[in-house]
């Protein structure tokens, strides 16, 4: 988002002091409340290449009633210093987006106490050095704006930021999941305020051909996700695994030829042809092991034959 800010304090109303006391354990009278009005994200292209969807900035107005407003996103207690009780999406007529969309802005109005503790914060919101603000939420899509894949599916190779034909990639965030928190920060992710946003961290379940496959036609760099990268390494884990198993296989099979090629053909150095083993391929053992085993067999049938005992036979002749 190119706004994210603390736009102005403003005169509590009777409608803002009845949605105010929704969220008040103890009822609150105007005196002891100060209300401001701030731009929570909008439409824009950031300076992270990202962008919310209108949608989204629908969708993420109804999740941030009644979250807090804390300072650089730190999830401590002591930090909770306001409240949202209201917020709209607002379009910005005669504005543009980077990429051409009318500017739509989600907006709110929070509260604090007007106590002598948040007196310096106040005064400080009033002179405007309180007034770059980041959102917290969580977005189910990420959706590139080039091929239109989810950047956390594996199936986009677009470098946001890049040109590609003329058409500059970035992400679209969509479909809101959850809001936390909007935070003061000295200095935004984006563009004049920025917006931190999560995506949810389900497991992304990666084909590993189809991760070949885009390494293979990619002919630039490949961005992936956390949750991608832990998708490889759990495949890269399975086939260590699978080719341990080959392994133990390998050399169960390189043994027993060694043995075999001894029992079958004991003129042979069996030393060499132990070290000669060990470099063959398991097809090539297993065509060893089937020779040996057919040589093994016809010798033992040769030690089954003996001679016919003389006398009982009219002709020469073997019997079993």
């Avoid at 500017?103 to 503790?117: D, P, T």
């Avoid at 948040?118 to 080039?146: F, Q, W, Y």
């Avoid at 930021?161 to 959850?178: F, I, N, P, Q």
Wanted: a negative charge; glycine letters at 6%; proline letters at 1%.
């Amino acid at each position: 988002m190119t706004q994210g800010y603390v736009e102005k304090s403003l005169t509590t109303g009777d409608d803002d002091m009845s949605l105010i006391n929704q969220y008040a354990k103890t009822e609150l009278d105007r005196d002891k409340v100060y209300i401001f009005s701030v731009v929570l994200c909008d439409n824009d292209i950031d300076r992270d290449y990202e962008k919310f969807s209108v949608s989204a900035l629908e969708e993420l107005a109804g999740k941030f009633l009644g979250r807090t407003g804390i300072f650089d996103h730190s999830m401590k207690a002591e930090n909770q210093k306001s409240r949202i009780f209201s917020t709209w999406v607002e379009m910005c007529e005669g504005r543009k987006t980077a990429d051409g969309e009318t500017l739509c802005q989600l907006k709110a109005k929070a509260y604090m106490l007007a106590s002598a503790e948040n007196a310096p914060l106040i005064e400080e919101i009033e002179a405007g050095i309180k007034k770059e603000v980041s959102v917290s939420c969580s977005m189910d899509r990420a959706t590139c704006s080039v091929c239109g894949n989810d950047k956390r599916s594996g199936k986009c190779s677009h470098i946001s930021g890049r040109s590609y034909d003329g058409r500059l990639a970035y992400t679209v965030l969509d479909g809101a999941a959850d809001a936390y928190e909007f935070s003061f920060v000295a200095v935004p992710a984006q563009r004049g305020a920025g917006v931190t946003k999560a995506f949810n961290q389900e497991k992304e379940v990666i084909e590993m051909s189809e991760f070949i496959e885009k390494i293979k036609e990619c002919d630039s760099e490949i961005t992936l996700s956390k949750s991608q990268l832990q998708s490889i390494a759990d495949e890269l884990e399975r086939l260590n695994g699978e080719a341990e198993l080959g392994r133990q296989y390998k050399k169960s099979l390189c043994d027993e030829v060694v043995a075999l090629c001894a029992s079958a053909m004991p003129e042979m150095d069996i030393k060499i042809f132990g070290s000669v083993a060990q470099v063959m391929t398991t097809d090539e053992l297993q065509a060893f092991k089937k020779a040996f085993v057919k040589v093994r067999a016809s010798k033992d049938i040769s030690l089954q034959l003996k001679p016919a005992e003389q006398g009982t036979a009219k002709i020469s002749q073997f019997k079993i």
